[in-house]
Structure formats: structure tokens, C-alpha cells
């Protein structure tokens, strides 16, 4: 059962929105020129997982599915391209980010949107069992005990 309401955790940023950025390079093109499809589905998984792991700090999230994956337009090398992603849903275990992406030349300051998808990811615990995304997460390091650890 999916529940548009975010569960009851004060750890939670309740902005549930990230952006970031990403400059298309040489090596992220294929033989054609434009980037490589799989570099795109790539930075779209890891910008999704650090606002997952930022809406829910001490939470284990694994990928699960991305819905419709749609490349609007090419992506040329020297690209600015900016991830915005989006908290859609939340359910039992799973939650899921709309993201969109656009892209501006870095001699320019139009942006035009290139890609978007819904991505979903499922809490699981140290077996990889899925669990309660409303559970209490694992407690975190204090900061005096990461100071003692650093030495």
C-alpha cells in the first residue's frame, strides 16, 4: 500500500527535493559524440541514492526499478547537466524520486530538459530482507566517537 504521507521520523528532510550537477567530459561520450546512455542511467541511480540517503539518514535503500527511462535529446560534450530530483511516493518499504534532467552548454544559459524517469528503491536490512521504511533507523556515530575512530 503506497501513502502519500511521509512517515513520522524527525531525521527526515522534509524538503525531499536535491539538485546537482555533473559536466559531460570526453570520456563520458560514445562513438558517435554524445553521451553515453549508460552514464546518464548511472549518475541518474547515484543523484536519486544520496537524496534517498539524505531523506533518511541510518537507512540501507537499494535500487529497484526506474519506470519509463526517456532520452528527450543528445547531450554534447562541455554540457552542464543538472539533476533535479523529486520525492513522488512513499510506501511500506519503498520510496520513489521523480528526476529530470537538464543540460546547458557551458558557453550558454539555456537549459533544455534531456531525460527523466521515476526511480524506486526498497529499505533493506543486513540480509537484504526489505523492512519498514517507518522502523527506526540504526543509530548514527556520535560525533566523539568518529573523532575517536579517526585516529
Same mark, same amino acid.
Given at each position: 500500500?503506497?501513502?502519500?504521507?511521509?512517515?513520522?521520523?524527525?531525521?527526515?528532510?522534509?524538503?525531499?527535493?536535491?539538485?546537482?550537477?555533473?559536466?559531460?567530459?570526453?570520456?563520458?561520450?560514445?562513438?558517435?559524440?554524445?553521451?553515453?546512455?549508460?552514464?546518464?542511467?548511472?549518475?541518474?541511480?547515484?543523484?536519486?541514492?544520496?537524496?534517498?540517503?539524505?531523506?533518511?539518514?541510518?537507512?540501507?535503500?537499494?535500487?529497484?526499478?526506474?519506470?519509463?527511462?526517456?532520452?528527450?535529446? #543528445?547531450v554534447h560534450p562541455q554540457s552542464v547537466l543538472?539533476?533535479?530530483? =523529486?520525492?513522488? /511516493? *512513499? %510506501? !511500506?518499504?519503498?520510496?520513489?524520486?521523480?528526476?529530470?534532467?537538464?543540460?546547458?552548454?557551458?558557453? #550558454?544559459?539555456?537549459?533544455?530538459?534531456?531525460?527523466?524517469?521515476?526511480? =524506486?528503491?526498497? /529499505? *533493506? %536490512? !543486513?540480509?537484504?530482507?526489505?523492512?519498514?521504511?517507518?522502523?527506526?533507523?540504526?543509530?548514527?556515530? #556520535?560525533?566523539?566517537?568518529?573523532?575517536?575512530?579517526?585516529?
Amino acid at each position: 500500500m503506497t501513502s502519500s504521507a511521509l512517515p513520522p521520523n524527525p531525521a527526515v528532510w522534509y524538503d525531499a527535493r536535491m539538485t546537482s550537477y555533473k559536466l559531460v567530459m570526453p570520456g563520458d561520450l560514445n562513438h558517435y559524440g554524445f553521451l553515453f546512455g549508460g552514464k546518464m542511467l548511472m549518475w541518474v541511480d547515484e543523484v536519486a541514492w544520496m537524496t534517498v540517503s539524505g531523506d533518511y539518514p541510518g537507512y540501507n535503500f537499494v535500487t529497484v526499478g526506474m519506470s519509463e527511462v526517456t532520452f528527450h535529446k #543528445s547531450v554534447h560534450p562541455q554540457s552542464v547537466l543538472r539533476f533535479e530530483t =523529486t520525492k513522488l /511516493r *512513499v %510506501g !511500506r518499504t519503498s520510496v520513489t524520486y521523480h528526476v529530470e534532467v537538464f543540460r546547458r552548454h557551458i558557453e #550558454s544559459r539555456e537549459e533544455t530538459s534531456v531525460f527523466t524517469t521515476d526511480i =524506486t528503491f526498497v /529499505r *533493506v %536490512g !543486513r540480509n537484504g530482507e526489505k523492512i519498514p521504511i517507518s522502523s527506526a533507523p540504526p543509530p548514527m556515530p #556520535s560525533s566523539a566517537s568518529r573523532k575517536r575512530g579517526s585516529r
